[in-house]
C-alpha cells in the first residue's frame, strides 16, 4: 500500500489530511467533502480545513477545484481511469430563459475552468458517460429539486424524454433555452419549474421545441454548501 510522505515544513494536520485523501480516494474512487475531511482529521471548523488546504495546495501536494462540493484531490491523481472530464459548455437558465446553447461549442476560454472532473462511480448505473456535458444553472425555478443558482447539471444528449424527466429545452420561438421538467399533454408540452412562486411554460405540439439533453446529476457550488 502506498502510503503520504512526510514532507518538511507541514504539521500533523497536514499529514492527517494527506493521509485521509490519499485513503478515501483510494476506497471511494472519487474525493471527500470538506466536511468529511474535517470529521475525519478532527477539525472541526470547515475555515480551519480550508486553511491547511491552501497551504497544502501551494505545496503542490494537492489540487482543488473551488467550484465544485469534493474539489480536493491529491496531486497527480488527475486522469485516472475511475475519473470522468466533463466539458461546462456554458449557461443554461432555470428561471428566465437565455439563448441557444451548441454542444459543440465551448463558452469558456479557460481550460480548466472549462471542465469538470467526476468519478465515474457517481454516476447513475446505466451511464456511461459517453457524450456527457456540462451547464451552468442561472435563476432559481428549480431550486425544490435542489438546483440553485451557480450549481452545474450534467446532462446527456438526447432528443426525446419522458414525463417527468428533467431536461435543456431550446424553444425556437422565443430563442431562448431552458432547464425544466419535461411534460406531454393532450395538445402541449408543460415545461415546469420546481418552484411554487414560478409558472410552467407551455408550448403547443404545432410549435417547435427541441430537447437538448437529460439531467443525470447535479454538483453543488461549494460556496453554497459551506453557508448552509
Not at 2 to 8: F, I, L, N
Not at 49 to 73: A, F, H, P
Not at 142 to 168: Q, T, W, Y
Not at 185 to 210: C, G, H, W
Request: hydrophobic letters at 35%; zero cysteines.
Amino acid at each position: 500500500m502506498m502510503m503520504v510522505r512526510k514532507s518538511k515544513g507541514l504539521g500533523e494536520r497536514h499529514h492527517r489530511i494527506l493521509a485521509f485523501l490519499q485513503q478515501y480516494q483510494r476506497e471511494n474512487k472519487y474525493p471527500p467533502s470538506i466536511r468529511e475531511i474535517g470529521e475525519k482529521t478532527g477539525i472541526t471548523s470547515t475555515s480551519v480545513v480550508n486553511y491547511y488546504l491552501d497551504q497544502l495546495e501551494k505545496k503542490g501536494l494537492i489540487e482543488r477545484d473551488r467550484k465544485i462540493s469534493r474539489g480536493v484531490r491529491l496531486a497527480g491523481m488527475n486522469g485516472s481511469p475511475d475519473t470522468l472530464r466533463i466539458p461546462i459548455l456554458g449557461p443554461i437558465a432555470a428561471g428566465l430563459p437565455l439563448p441557444e446553447l451548441d454542444p459543440t461549442i465551448s463558452y469558456m476560454t479557460d481550460s480548466e475552468a472549462n471542465a469538470v472532473d467526476i468519478a465515474r462511480s457517481l454516476l447513475p448505473s446505466k451511464e456511461k458517460g459517453d457524450g456527457l456535458y456540462a451547464l451552468e444553472v442561472r435563476g432559481e425555478s428549480m431550486i425544490d429539486a435542489m438546483i440553485n443558482d451557480g450549481d452545474i447539471v450534467v446532462l446527456k444528449p438526447a432528443s426525446d424524454a419522458r414525463n417527468g424527466e428533467m431536461v435543456a429545452v431550446w424553444l425556437p420561438r422565443d430563442n431562448e433555452a431552458t432547464l425544466k421538467y419535461f411534460f406531454k399533454e393532450k395538445d402541449r408540452y408543460r415545461l415546469q419549474p420546481a418552484n411554487p412562486t414560478m409558472k410552467p411554460i407551455f408550448v403547443k405540439k404545432s410549435e417547435p421545441i427541441e430537447i437538448k439533453g437529460k439531467v443525470v446529476m447535479v454538483i453543488r457550488r461549494m460556496e453554497k454548501l459551506l453557508a448552509s
